[in-house]
């Protein structure tokens, strides 16, 4: 692959990022929750870097549609997680009482 061509890709996927707005939209979740998710770690997200103050952060559409695809289950039984699931509602049911 010629050097221009790879330039061209990364401007190319530079120019497919993603703002918080769309990642909202996308998985229909409000933009706060992205935030929260950002905070938290819970989501693949790039920082540029902060102008004006503020952090501006972009999405990788092909990223986040990997994250989605990691954390779809056929099944709850497929879920690796879902012992440690049913233990943490079981422990807050008994706290409610």
């Known amino acids: 692959m010629?050097?221009?061509?790879?330039t061209d890709e990364k401007?190319?996927?530079r120019n497919a990022l993603k703002?918080?707005?769309w990642v909202a939209h996308y998985l229909?979740?409000?933009?706060?929750?992205?935030?929260?998710?950002?905070l938290e770690g819970h989501i693949p997200y790039?920082?540029?870097?902060?102008?004006?103050?503020?952090?501006?952060?972009?999405?990788?559409p092909e990223t986040i549609e990997t994250w989605l695809e990691e954390r779809s289950y056929q099944s709850a039984q497929e879920?690796?997680?879902?012992?440690?699931?049913?233990?943490d509602i079981e422990s807050d049911k008994q706290d409610l009482e």
């Open 79 to 87: 879920d690796p997680h879902q012992e440690k699931l049913k233990a």
């Open 46 to 60: 790039i920082n540029l870097g902060v102008a004006g103050g503020r952090r501006i952060i972009r999405f990788d």
């Open 2 to 6: 010629k050097m221009s061509e790879r």
């Open 11 to 13: 401007a190319a996927r």
């Open 19 to 21: 703002n918080v707005k």
């Open 28 to 38: 229909s979740v409000t933009r706060n929750t992205v935030h929260q998710w950002v």
